[in-house]
């Protein structure tokens, strides 16, 4: 942006980044210092009161913030979704569309990459972080969560794919057949993975790729021995899952599907539960915050919940908005919210044939929000800055619309 010399056309995604600097002003102020008679009240403050007169720090100005260098660093994080967001509006109407393409090619890597490191086994170098799920296949991520959200807002994107214009009739049918197969090695990867979020969420997005387009691909005219080809591609892909999968005896991303334990004292999530109602409830409306989840739960935390490990998110990023950011940070939610239902929606009024890219965002974007009702994936760099290119897809529904009502040529 700095360095480029035509003027950012901000119009071409509105209100896109209103929503964005709403919320990085949300951030920012609570980086300002406040007088200690105005901190002191603050909800929620009154237990580190003996904190700060240990410290002397009674009679200083101090942020809302409990956090201020996490705060900090939550404000800067914006910066990744900023920047997707001008690439998008900086790029003319074929980069966007090839940005499918390169959505589709991060998944595959993803996909190759995770069961190179399952084969490789838990001391594998292809592990890119020191704290991940070892001896699973993470791919790009750090948490099969992440791999299982991002493979299931995948499914969608792969069905633009398929429909998209081809030169020919056997164009048509290749991108059908190659769609039908990747999809079944998506599906048999989550299953293989482990991840119940990322199974409950390929679910829907298998529905929302089938709703981008209600049809079944009437016309192609699938000959017998493609479809033979087919079942046994796919028969290949599931066999060879399966048999990475219980190689040496590592078979817990299966276990994990059929184990019948109590969920609910296994889930430290669940159990924490009423701590961060709680917790909520204790520091509305201003919140504590962003950023300043880890040291607020721990001063929080009962008994009952210690163990060596901390918890690093609330594992629902809901309440942890809440938590952090107050009932500021639950506005401009609320303000996307409202935007996202009313642009989903109006890519529904709109043919399929000049909306499905717009109609597959809006489900790559619903699986996204409700993945973060169990986890944090937004937290992530690479799935932020895919929401924020989605949202950008998804904003463009105002301009095809406009370009529907037009008159065409020869109506008055």
């Known amino acids: 942006m700095l360095l480029s010399t035509k003027r950012t056309p901000w119009r071409d995604v509105w209100p896109l980044p209103l929503l964005l600097a709403a919320f990085a002003v949300t951030i920012g102020i609570q980086l300002v210092p406040l007088p200690p008679a105005i901190w002191h009240g603050i909800p929620g403050r009154a237990q580190y009161d003996a904190v700060a007169e240990a410290l002397n720090g009674v009679g200083q100005w101090h942020p809302l913030t409990l956090?201020?260098?996490?705060?900090?660093?939550?404000?800067?994080?914006?910066?990744?979704?900023?920047?997707?967001?001008?690439?998008?509006?900086?790029?003319?109407?074929?980069?966007?569309g090839a940005l499918l393409w390169a959505v589709l090619a991060l998944a595959a890597f993803s996909m190759m990459l995770g069961l190179m490191q399952f084969v490789s086994g838990e001391t594998s170098p292809l592990y890119w972080y020191p704290v991940s799920g070892r001896g699973q296949m993470l791919g790009l991520f750090a948490n099969r969560n992440h791999q299982g959200v991002f493979l299931a807002l995948v499914l969608p994107l792969l069905r633009v794919w398929t429909l998209q214009v081809s030169k020919s009739h056997a164009g048509r049918k290749f991108r059908a057949i190659i769609g039908l197969c990747?999809?079944?090695?998506?599906?048999?990867?989550?299953?293989?993975?482990?991840?119940?979020?990322?199974?409950?969420?390929?679910?829907?997005?298998?529905?929302?790729?089938?709703l981008v387009e209600p049809s079944v691909g009437a016309g192609l005219?699938?000959?017998?021995?493609?479809?033979?080809?087919?079942?046994?591609?796919?028969?290949?892909?599931v066999a060879v899952l399966l048999a990475v999968t219980l190689n040496a005896g590592r078979a817990i991303s299966i276990a994990r599907i059929v184990e019948?334990?109590?969920?609910?004292?296994?889930?430290?999530?669940?159990?924490?539960?009423?701590?961060?109602?709680?917790?909520?409830?204790?520091?509305?409306?201003?919140?504590?915050?962003?950023?300043?989840?880890?040291?607020?739960y721990a001063s929080f935390e009962p008994d009952s919940l210690l163990k060596p490990t901390y918890?690093?998110?609330?594992?629902?990023?809901?309440?942890?908005?809440?938590?952090?950011?107050?009932?500021?940070?639950?506005?401009?939610?609320?303000?996307?919210?409202?935007?996202?239902?009313?642009?989903?929606?109006?890519?529904?009024?709109?043919?399929?044939?000049?909306s499905i890219l717009q109609r597959a965002s809006a489900f790559a974007i619903l699986i996204l929000l409700l993945a973060?009702?169990?986890?944090?994936?937004?937290?992530?760099?690479?799935?932020?800055?895919?929401?924020?290119?989605?949202?950008?897809?998804?904003?463009?529904?105002?301009?095809?619309?406009?370009?529907?009502?037009?008159?065409?040529?020869?109506?008055?």
């Open 67 to 96: 956090a201020p260098d996490r705060t900090w660093n939550s404000l800067i994080s914006l910066l990744v979704p900023f920047t997707a967001m001008i690439g998008f509006t900086m790029s003319n109407e074929k980069q966007r």
């Open 182 to 210: 990747a999809g079944a090695f998506i599906i048999i990867y989550v299953l293989v993975l482990g991840s119940r979020a990322g199974m409950a969420l390929t679910v829907a997005g298998l529905i929302g790729a089938y």
């Open 221 to 237: 005219h699938i000959t017998k021995r493609q479809r033979i080809w087919i079942i046994v591609g796919i028969m290949i892909g």
């Open 260 to 296: 019948k334990d109590d969920f609910v004292e296994h889930e430290g999530r669940l159990r924490a539960l009423p701590t961060l109602l709680h917790i909520m409830a204790s520091t509305f409306p201003f919140g504590t915050g962003f950023g300043s989840f880890v040291p607020v």
């Open 311 to 354: 918890l690093n998110n609330a594992h629902n990023d809901l309440i942890e908005l809440i938590i952090t950011g107050g009932l500021p940070a639950l506005i401009v939610l609320l303000a996307f919210l409202w935007w996202y239902g009313r642009a989903a929606y109006m890519s529904f009024t709109i043919p399929a044939s000049s």
């Open 372 to 412: 973060s009702l169990a986890d944090y994936p937004l937290r992530t760099p690479l799935l932020g800055a895919l929401f924020a290119v989605f949202s950008c897809w998804l904003s463009r529904v105002d301009k095809l619309r406009r370009v529907e009502q037009a008159p065409r040529g020869g109506e008055k």
